[in-house]
């Protein structure tokens, strides 16, 4: 096994090394390595080598016994720029007497190719005198590759990590900005409430109050009147109680319709198929639209309060939609239920808006359809093109029974 390598130098030589039992014991140790082994003489040429390290350089060992190793394997950098020999840390390390080992540059084989490397270079000492040095390399290209197969998963990684950062980011801002919206609506319609509240259930009291003290005082005076001026008074107050009691019909009319848009009674005690209808027939009323319904819910299921409640919302967001931006003149509303689905289609004829519109950060209204679909299980479709109206389409999965 040992027949193709040279001499061992002097350096290497223990005690009774000398002798061929010793030799042919070193030469198995050798060869039983799957490391690569070879040593250089104070020239930097190989005074032996092993059939593994000579394998990976692509030789045959007596091919590279007094080759110069540094101009044999390790002549060139990466990126194939000259690597000089007083540069080479192998040699450095015999020339200074300091080992090294080193993991980060290469060794080139016999056809030009090359494999990442990791050599360590020991040098040999005999008498106190540096006579060479041994080497041992391994080949750590698949490490290399796992390296950087692992770099580069850590990579893709930080920037999933980063993107699903910006991701959330953004989510949170909307929300944080949908937030500020649902506040703002919701003053905004506690505003109005109140104004309805003052300006006419209050000028209805006001004007009963005042009414009733008017009674108060004509009724004080009634003894005091001639029969017939009595007579007459007494028609002047009846007059008077039949216009209170229309002030009173007045504001208990005024009661229901802010209660209704509160939370429509109607979705209480008719449920949310009848609420569907009372809100779209009212709507295309209010706003002067053609409306063409159709309603197929024979095979629906109840709903529990909150869903219906949501679905209710989302519809209402979509006619306040129309009639907010749309300019239409017809309305197309199709409602199916089943015991597994519920679907909602509203489409107009109007002015229509870019696909961008929709998904403006501003667009609190279609967020939060969006929010409350999500939360339904749902989605909420919209197509739009400018000129041609615009479909919201809301599909509802329900769980099975």
């Known amino acids: 096994m040992f027949a193709e390598t040279a001499p061992l130098p002097a350096p290497l030589h223990l005690p009774g090394a000398d002798q061929p039992v010793w030799r042919d014991k070193l030469s198995q140790l050798l060869e039983s390595t799957g490391e690569g082994i070879f040593g250089i003489d104070m020239d930097g040429c190989c005074t032996f080598i092993n059939r593994a390290g000579a394998e990976q350089l692509g030789f045959a060992p007596g091919e590279v016994l007094g080759k110069n190793m540094h101009e044999l394997a390790h002549h060139s950098h990466a990126d194939g720029a000259h690597y000089p020999e007083h540069l080479c840390p192998i040699f450095n390390a015999f020339r200074m007497a300091l080992p090294c080992r080193i993991d980060t540059e290469l060794f080139?084989?016999?056809?030009?190719?090359?494999?990442?490397?990791?050599?360590?270079?020991?040098?040999?000492?005999?008498?106190?005198?540096?006579?060479?040095?041994?080497?041992?390399?391994?080949?750590?290209?698949?490490?290399?590759?796992?390296?950087?197969?692992?770099?580069?998963?850590?990579?893709?990684?930080?920037?999933?990590?980063?993107?699903?950062?910006?991701?959330?980011?953004?989510?949170?801002?909307?929300?944080?900005?949908?937030?500020?919206?649902?506040?703002?609506?919701?003053?905004?319609?506690?505003?109005?409430?109140?104004?309805?509240?003052?300006?006419?259930?209050?000028?209805?009291?006001?004007?009963?109050?005042?009414?009733?003290?008017?009674?108060?005082?004509?009724?004080?005076?009634?003894?005091?009147?001639?029969?017939?001026?009595a007579q007459a008074m007494r028609d002047t107050m009846r007059h008077k109680c039949q216009n209170m009691g229309r002030l009173i019909e007045a504001a208990v009319d005024n009661v229901g319709r802010i209660i209704t848009d509160l939370?429509?009674?109607?979705?209480?005690?008719?449920?949310?198929?009848?609420?569907?209808?009372?809100?779209?027939?009212?709507?295309?009323?209010?706003?002067?639209?053609?409306?063409?319904?159709?309603?197929?819910?024979?095979?629906?299921?109840?709903?529990?309060?909150?869903?219906?409640?949501?679905?209710?919302?989302?519809?209402?967001?979509?006619?306040?939609?129309?009639?907010?931006?749309?300019q239409a003149s017809h309305l197309a509303v199709t409602i199916l239920a089943t015991a597994g689905e519920i679907s909602i289609r509203v489409q107009d004829n109007g002015k229509g808006a870019a696909a961008a519109a929709f998904e403006?950060?501003?667009?609190?209204?279609?967020?939060?359809?969006?929010?409350?679909?999500?939360?339904?299980?749902?989605?909420?479709?919209?197509?739009?093109?400018?000129?041609?109206?615009?479909?919201?389409?809301?599909?509802?999965?329900?769980?099975?029974?």
Do not use: C
């Open 108 to 229: 080139w084989r016999r056809d030009g190719s090359a494999f990442a490397v990791e050599y360590s270079s020991y040098p040999i000492v005999d008498g106190g005198v540096v006579q060479g040095a041994v080497v041992t390399f391994v080949d750590i290209s698949a490490r290399k590759r796992a390296e950087e197969a692992l770099r580069h998963a850590n990579d893709v990684l930080e920037q999933r990590v980063s993107e699903r950062t910006q991701a959330l980011s953004e989510a949170l801002q909307q929300l944080r900005e949908l937030s500020a919206y649902t506040h703002t609506v919701r003053e905004e319609e506690r505003t109005r409430i109140a104004r309805e509240v003052h300006d006419e259930l209050g000028s209805l009291l006001v004007a009963l109050k005042m009414d009733v003290g008017w009674l108060d005082k004509r009724l004080g005076e009634q003894q005091q009147r001639e029969p017939v001026e």
């Open 263 to 326: 939370r429509p009674s109607i979705l209480d005690h008719q449920g949310l198929w009848a609420a569907l209808d009372w809100q779209a027939h009212e709507f295309v009323q209010s706003a002067e639209l053609e409306l063409d319904w159709q309603m197929d819910v024979e095979q629906a299921v109840p709903l529990p309060e909150p869903s219906a409640m949501a679905i209710f919302r989302i519809f209402q967001e979509m006619l306040s939609n129309v009639g907010r931006h749309a």
């Open 360 to 401: 403006a950060a501003n667009a609190y209204g279609v967020m939060g359809m969006r929010e409350r679909a999500r939360h339904l299980g749902g989605s909420l479709e919209i197509s739009s093109q400018i000129g041609h109206g615009s479909l919201f389409h809301l599909r509802i999965q329900l769980p099975k029974q």
